[in-house]
């Protein structure tokens, strides 16, 4: 079937017609008014040869005159990709010469540079996209433009946003003409310029039945005739919206916050890496008497603050709780959300004021774990190193775990030897000994000179790590050509062989091998399965061929001036504010005794979870085996009751799977993830007005001392980056899997985190400035950009290439 009437089209011809004229299609059966027309099918264009007497034919039954030629793909207006004007449109096309000609332009759009691009950024095989093209006559409207039956700016879902402008709708789309702006957010709208009340209510009806037709929050083209007619021109699903979160019978709104930056993890999690995280980080939460639900939206993982932002006690500590993990955006958002006269503080009798018993027995063990560590710190220091070590030989699975039911038991059950008051309290007491002299300083300590007190820290397993591997690189500096032109993978896989010369790397291994990027994620390859990230950094160090940036170097230079910084501070503090000065004297010398451990409790738990992901691998072995999943590691996409049901019943998951796979590779691409939402889907930063910022700079905050200028270089993935001395790294997040990368950089630059957050605490002991919190810095700066990163200021200036025009900022475009 070559020509195909619109009116035959059924909803199962998507691989004949497309997608734009299934749906399109489905809106007339279903009583929608949508302009006639036939489509020149999937068929035809794989003959190459347009069928000429067919079109004809059909051109003329739908009474010839002027049509609108568009592309009507098969991998168009998916759920995750709209391919929004990536492939071509011609409209007011008139004769059938001039119509043949507008079907062979859509049908060679398919494989133009920008479509290509676009399914090539989302992941879709060029073989599978088909192009069919669909002809409908031509409305002449008087307004026209596009519904979007949930804000697209801000994720809300109770709101409807409409755009309109005179004549074509293109002139919404390319931004060719002003448009006026509606947001329907339930209440009748009065009616002002091209759209009467009687037009947004009728829009406001129609947005609501597509959206309960296909399921979605839809993006819909829509046109007003000179008759007044509403006709409908597409409607596809709105793709850049973030997933809502899951409904919990409760009263709404509800606030969730993003707690997987804190970990330096902006990717997706598995499913199995989910349920491992939700327990985790309420355990720990535990650990500080606070109750959070922790939920999964989107792959990743928030934390329901509702409770805690509407009780009348913890809400006014709630801003200041999130200094020190969260950052400074998660405090704009939640300063925000506390004066919405929808979280106000809920009413509580006289007992409900006081704290209770367990919070009571937490705060009496804090205070007693902070004092002992900061009274003696050596000795606090020891114990923890002591729980570190037991904790490592203790995470070993028992012996006699033969079968899949014996290893699956192992990986559910609690972990019986976690005793965290020994690492807890000492990281807790370094932490607030670093963050509170900034209070006890202020009008005494100029900018930065308290993060050059806090480089250079001893200690720290993650630094430890870094300069470790620095000193693998010099090692195997003979092999300098081999692991400088050799694929990371390549070398990964000649060293699972055994044919890779001897580097040190086993040892390296046999240390640090439970760690990776996003390594709290039981689901992603710890180093010593995969070390292709190891050799990539290795390349990074190799490139270091000035002496004096030498990691080691640099380290000992931030550890220098940190010391004399502290004296010259704490003796001119001392003489201006005596008592102020002896405090923040005392309270510095502790941080840099204790700051340095605060990754020493991760450091310790991802040993056991490196068992556990061990274990699981060999279920999902055993269970590839039998047929029930496609390959081992396919069980971190199930959830441990899934395992279970696999193991004792023998569950067939393959479908769930691939589903989930496909999921968790869509989520991977997605560009941006709010720091905190509402129940309805509002991203609350959307709806906050940004902070003003120099003329052509970045604004963010300053979280290591400094100013530096160089090529920036954009990082996604730790694994491959390829980062030579000198460059600004621009990062979403990082986490310690990422700290090698800063030995050879200027400076960083990331979209989130906090002061006292891995990235910026690493950057500062290296003493290489840093700026945090900079919205989209990974898409408004590009990979060799000169840039300056000013901590001092918090900004990133973005300097135009010579005999260049000044850089635009252009944000993303709407799915319209």
Wanted: aromatic fraction near 4%; charged fraction near 25%; proline fraction near 7%.
């Amino acid at each position: 079937m070559r020509v195909i009437a619109l009116s035959e089209v059924t909803g199962d011809m998507t691989e004949l017609v497309g997608g734009k004229a299934a749906r399109l299609a489905e809106l007339a059966r279903s009583g929608e008014r949508v302009p006639d027309g036939f489509c020149v099918t999937t068929a035809a264009h794989e003959r190459g040869v347009a069928p000429r007497a067919e079109i004809a034919q059909a051109y003329e039954r739908l009474g010839g005159g002027p049509v609108a030629v568009r592309s009507s793909a098969t991998a168009e207006d998916l759920p995750d990709a709209s391919f929004a004007g990536q492939q071509d449109t011609f409209l007011a096309v008139t004769g059938i010469a001039d119509l043949l000609t507008a079907i062979e332009g859509c049908r060679r759009s398919l494989h133009d540079p920008r479509a290509v691009a676009y399914r090539d950024a989302h992941g879709i095989d060029h073989a599978s996209a088909r192009m069919a093209v669909l002809v409908q006559r031509m409305v002449e409207p008087v307004t026209a433009g596009v519904l979007f039956t949930a804000n697209p700016l801000t994720g809300c879902r109770t709101e409807m946003m409409v755009e309109a402008a005179e004549g074509l709708g293109t002139a919404v789309v390319d931004g060719s003409a002003a448009v006026e702006r509606y947001v329907l957010d339930g209440p009748p709208r009065a009616g002002a310029g091209l759209l009467t009340a009687e037009r947004l209510d009728e829009l406001r009806d129609a947005g609501r039945r597509l959206q309960e037709r296909f399921g979605c929050p839809q993006d819909v083209e829509w046109a007003y005739d000179r008759q007044g007619v509403l006709w409908l021109l597409q409607s596809r699903p709105i793709t850049t919206l973030f997933p809502l979160p899951p409904e919990t019978g409760r009263p709404a709104p509800r606030v969730y916050l993003e707690f997987g930056h804190v970990q330096g993890m902006r990717q997706p999690a598995t499913p199995m890496g989910m349920s491992t995280l939700k327990s985790l980080v309420a355990a720990m939460l535990a650990s500080f008497g606070l109750t959070v639900e922790i939920t999964d939206i989107g792959g990743r993982l928030y934390g329901d603050l509702t409770d805690l932002a509407r009780h009348p006690s913890t809400r006014n500590r709630l801003v200041k709780l999130m200094a020190v993990d969260f950052g400074p955006r998660a405090q704009a958002v939640m300063e925000h959300v506390l004066a919405d006269p929808r979280f106000a503080p809920l009413p509580a009798s006289g007992p409900g004021r006081r704290a209770t018993g367990p919070a009571l027995r937490t705060a009496a063990r804090a205070a007693t774990g902070v004092v002992r560590a900061l009274a003696r710190p050596e000795a606090a220091r020891a114990r923890l190193f002591r729980e570190v070590e037991r904790l490592r030989v203790g995470s070993a699975a028992p012996a006699g775990l033969d079968t899949a039911a014996e290893r699956l038991r192992y990986v559910r059950d609690e972990d019986p030897s976690a005793g965290p008051d020994d690492i807890v309290w000492p990281i807790v007491a370094g932490m607030l000994a670093a963050t509170l002299p900034a209070a006890l300083l202020r009008g005494v300590a100029g900018p930065g000179e308290i993060d050059t007190v806090l480089g250079g820290m001893p200690h720290n397993v993650t630094i430890e790590m870094d300069l470790a591997l620095w000193r693998l690189s010099q090692q195997a500096a003979a092999h300098r050509h081999l692991l400088l032109t050799t694929p990371p993978h390549d070398l990964a896989t000649a060293y699972a062989r055994g044919t890779l010369p001897d580097i040190g790397l086993a040892a390296f291994l046999d240390r640090y091998g439970h760690r990776a990027a996003a390594e709290v994620d039981l689901g992603v390859p710890r180093w010593d399965e995969d070390p292709t990230p190891v050799f990539a950094m290795i390349a990074n160090y190799l490139r270091v061929t000035d002496p004096e940036q030498a990691p080691d170097r640099r380290f000992a230079r931030a550890a220098e001036a940190a010391e004399a910084a502290c004296a010259d501070l704490v003796a001119r503090a001392r003489r201006r504010r005596p008592v102020r000065g002896r405090i923040a004297g005392f309270l510095l010398r502790r941080a840099r005794m204790l700051a340095g451990l605060r990754e020493a409790g991760k450091f310790a738990g991802l040993y056991r979870l490196r068992e556990m992901r061990r274990q699981l691998l060999l279920v999902g072995a055993e269970l590839a085996e039998r047929g029930l999943l496609g390959r081992p590691d396919d069980i971190m996409f199930l959830t441990l009751d899934e395992a279970h049901a696999a193991v004792h019943d023998g569950a067939d998951h393959r479908s769930t799977v691939a589903a989930r796979r496909a999921t968790y590779r869509r989520e991977l691409r997605r560009p941006a993830v709010p720091v905190a939402l509402l129940s309805d889907g509002t991203d609350i930063e959307a709806v906050l007005a940004p902070p003003p910022a120099p003329d052509g700079a970045l604004r963010g905050v300053g979280a290591a001392a400094g100013r530096a200028t160089g090529p920036a270089r954009v990082v996604h993935d730790p694994a491959t980056a390829h980062v030579e001395p000198g460059d600004v790294l621009v990062a979403a997040t990082t986490d310690p899997g990422w700290t090698p990368l800063f030995l050879t950089a200027a400076a960083l630059v990331t979209e989130t985190g906090a002061v006292m957050a891995h990235g910026p605490t690493v950057a500062r002991e290296y003493g290489i400035p840093a700026v945090i919190c900079v919205p989209d810095a990974t898409r408004r700066i590009r990979t060799g950009q000169l840039v300056t990163v000013d901590a001092a200021a918090g900004t990133v200036t973005l300097h135009p290439a010579p005999g260049a025009e000044e850089p635009s900022v252009v944000g993303e475009a709407s799915a319209s």
